[in-house]
């Protein structure tokens, strides 16, 4: 989308530019609006939220006016310093700012407000807008919904603005927009059908869908082409009977200190991994191409990986080493709910030392998984099942899981990955030893 040259701009018109979210990013995606031409807008009030390095950001306003102009569409990417929005300022003379027209997109602007105020910035054409309500105003609050919500509308050719949000604050979910019925809005009705045509020939099968790379699957897409590019990777594993281990688990959910916490499998893995890396610190390393030198990090960033409805993210908990089992039990299911709801912070998806991936909680028994860059580790938990296994040189019903880790073979030798996974699996084997150390 082109823009209007900035010097054609009335004094009384201010435009706001893509900051610089950090980490010298040089770009972000336009996730949506969360206002429209023609809305009055207050200082730091939210306008628009970006996806930047796998984090969606809300962007405050940082004047107080009437907007006159959107310069992006959802799903644009702005470069940091290009144009975002623009605002009439508040208190300015909208009759005297006019001998200065700034261009706006096509249906919106001081000429168009009667009819297009506050709707969204073009909206599909095959959404539906409610009988005897286009220039309605919405209900107050529907234009707050979370980023997968309003991606999942967009898909569907909805209108936020007329779906009933069960979130906080009145915020739509996921949850409403796929089964709540429109406030106002009919279900568009069925296609008429032809007597005695063939169904298949009105509406034939899809065989093919294409799906713009985009969001956090471009970035993913980039981050593992990078590692696989880079990093000459291998792999151990080790199956270990960690029946112990889950009635450890099941002893401290009936006590009082995790009353009230979900206690799951992989918080007891994070222990013993991190009691494990400080035995072994070469596993928590990194390697500086520029420097050319072996970065040995004595603090674990501890990555958790995170399926969500918008792709993969690995959130990560800053100084996990210094953390009690009960406290990483409470944090990685914050982390995960957080990275779930599209509220992971850039800080929290940057920086990661190690990370830890349970595809066990798909029936999957181990997996080959891919360092992440900037690490040289990853651990991956497989499901924990009941098997028959040798105890005692009997046959015994055991619990018993897969670990298995992906190691940079420049830093790391075979050997040193075997014993720290060997010592991950004892510290499961025998979990009291592992309850007893810091």
Sequence with gaps: MENPARQDLPSSVLEFRLPDLGEGLADAELVSWAVAVGDIVELNQPIADVETAKAVVSLPSPFAGRVVELLARPGDTVAVGAPLIRVRAAGADDAASDTGRTSVLVGYGPEAEATSRRRPVEPPSHSVSPPGEADAEPRPGNAAATPAARKLARELGLDLWFIAGSGPGGAVTVEDVRGAVPVSQPHPAAPPTVPGADSAAVRPPVREERTPISGIRKRTAAAMSNSARTIPQAAAFVTVDC??????????RSTKSF????????????????AALADFPGMNVCWDEAAQEIVTKHYVNLGIAVATERGLLVPNLKEAQTLSLRDLAREIAWLAETARAGGATTAELRGGTFTITNIGVFGVDTGVPLVNPGESAILCLGSIRKQPWV???????????????????????????????????????????????A
Excluded at 243 to 252: F, G, N, V
Aim: proline share 3%.
């Design 243 to 252: 029946t112990a281990s889950m009635e450890l688990l099941d002893h401290l």
């Design 259 to 274: 009353a009230g916490l979900t206690l799951t499998p992989l918080a007891l893995v994070a222990k013993a991994a991190l």
């Design 391 to 437: 105890v005692r040189d009997e046959i015994a019903i055991r619990w018993v899981t897969t670990l298995g880790v992906g190691f940079d073979h420049r830093m790391i030798d075979g050997e040193q990955a075997a014993r720290f996974l060997a010592t991950t699996a004892g510290f499961l084997e025998d979990p009291l030893t592992l309850l007893g150390r």
